[in-house]
């Protein structure tokens, strides 16, 4: 399994579109650029499976709630959970938290290598699908918009995002 958090701001990204030559294309907005929208993401490529999980930042707090929300998703499984090697993924408290729960085991990414993480594609696609092109004027406007997108995947398009066929 795979994981990794991601933040979406308030600001509308301008994706490609069809637009009158010499023309500049717009999304209307009055966004607030410092609010924004932290998940935690994980996928299963073997199974397909895929999930997320809001927080308020991404830190040790919002990393051991994640690691929480999984033991309760994944009882009695061992899971063998690939991360970079962020700060907030390291400590004492994350350690403690994995002698406590010896059904998950971390292992961290090369760094300076995001395209091992195949949660890095899951996110990109959500960016291209949810928010590309489009005003949310709220957070939880954007979460939904998220979330509504995620689950129409099947666990066809996951096996193939993550290219395990």
Same mark, same amino acid.
């Given at each position: ?11 509308p990204?301008l ?9 500049? @294309?717009?999304?209307a ?60 993924h390291?400590? @004492? ?6 002698n ?9 990414l @090369? @760094? ?11 996110w990109?696609?959500?960016?291209y ?12 406007m954007?979460?939904?918009?998220i ?15 993550c290219?395990?066929?």
């Amino acid at each position: 399994m795979f994981a990794d958090e991601s933040g979406f701001s308030l600001h509308p990204k301008l994706g490609r579109v069809w637009a009158k030559r010499g023309s500049q @294309p717009t999304v209307a907005t009055t966004s607030h650029h410092g609010k924004r929208l932290n998940l935690f993401g994980w996928v299963e490529p073997l199974k397909g499976w895929h999930g997320l999980f809001r927080w308020p930042k991404g830190n040790t707090d919002g990393f051991l709630a994640f690691l929480k929300y999984l033991c309760y998703r994944l009882q009695k499984t061992k899971v063998y959970l690939y991360i970079d090697g962020a700060s907030w993924h390291r400590g @004492p408290r994350v350690r403690k938290f994995l002698n406590a729960h010896t059904n998950i085991q971390v292992e961290y990414l @090369p @760094p300076y290598h995001p395209e091992l993480n195949v949660q890095e594609r899951v996110w990109h696609l959500i960016r291209y699908e949810a928010t590309t092109n489009q005003y949310h004027a709220t957070v939880d406007m954007i979460e939904h918009a998220i979330r509504k997108r995620q689950r129409h995947w099947r666990t066809k398009k996951i096996k193939t995002l993550c290219k395990v066929n």
